[in-house]
Antibody, heavy 118, light 107 residues
């Protein structure tokens, strides 16, 4: 059974940093691209970042480019999102998602809440 | 960036109704479109990929169609468990983008 378990969400002050983790199990982690998608309270879905199977290619939404870094540790079956220079508008539930073929998301974690507030 | 526009933003329907949701891309995306269902407090669930492919385990009352810029999600016979939010997503280009969502409500 595919499982994605996010962690690391917290309350952080504007300008602060946070690292999210997503522990993957139930599938061969190093043969699928992975992504982060977020959802602000009461709002729709927003794609944040993706990383290719090899990890050589990373992609970011314009709103987070230069501030967020996606990475993966194959040995730990874990996906990360390093978030720096956080802003109030980054407040959201952050979902980890497994890509199916093209960048469609066939499995999602339960999400981890990030609140950026002073 | 490719803009995805869904319509309507909400629809009121009864159990047994046929419901159609539209999604329009601001530029051609071939068939690289997915549809998701999301219930309150839950993660989204993939329903349709590549515009018309039914994800494993998804009931056959869900179907997708379209290519290029115009796409449709159809629920043929609405069931009580189908009341939820629905999102389209294009996978043709980065940045990946979602539609604004359609809320299917009980009439």
């Amino acid at each position: 059974e595919v499982q994605l378990l996010e962690s690391g969400g917290d309350l952080v002050r504007p300008g602060g940093s946070l690292r999210l983790s997503c522990a993957a199990s139930g599938f061969t982690f190093d043969t699928y691209a992975m992504s982060w998608v977020r959802q602000a309270p009461g709002k729709g879905l927003e794609w944040v970042s993706s990383i290719s199977i090899s990890g050589d290619n990373t992609y970011y939404a314009g709103s987070v480019k230069g501030r967020f870094t996606i990475s993966r540790d194959i040995s730990k079956n874990t996906l990360y999102l390093q978030m720096d220079s956080l802003r109030a508008e980054d407040t959201a539930i952050y979902f980890c998602a497994k890509a199916r073929g093209y960048y469609y998301f066939d499995y999602w974690g339960q999400g981890t809440l990030v609140i950026v507030s002073s | 960036d490719i803009q995805m526009t869904q319509s309507p933003s909400s629809v009121s329907a009864s159990v047994g109704d046929r419901v159609t949701i539209s999604c329009r891309a601001s530029q051609r995306i071939s068939s690289l479109l997915a549809w998701y269902q999301q219930k309150p407090g839950k993660a989204p669930k993939l329903l349709i990929y590549t515009a018309s492919g039914l994800q494993s385990g998804v009931p056959s009352r869900f179907s997708g169609s379209g290519s290029g810029t115009d796409f449709t999600l159809t629920i043929s016979t609405l069931q009580p468990e189908d009341f939820a939010n629905y999102y389209c997503q294009q996978a043709n280009n980065f940045p990946l983008t979602f539609g604004g969502g359609t809320k299917v409500e009980i009439k």
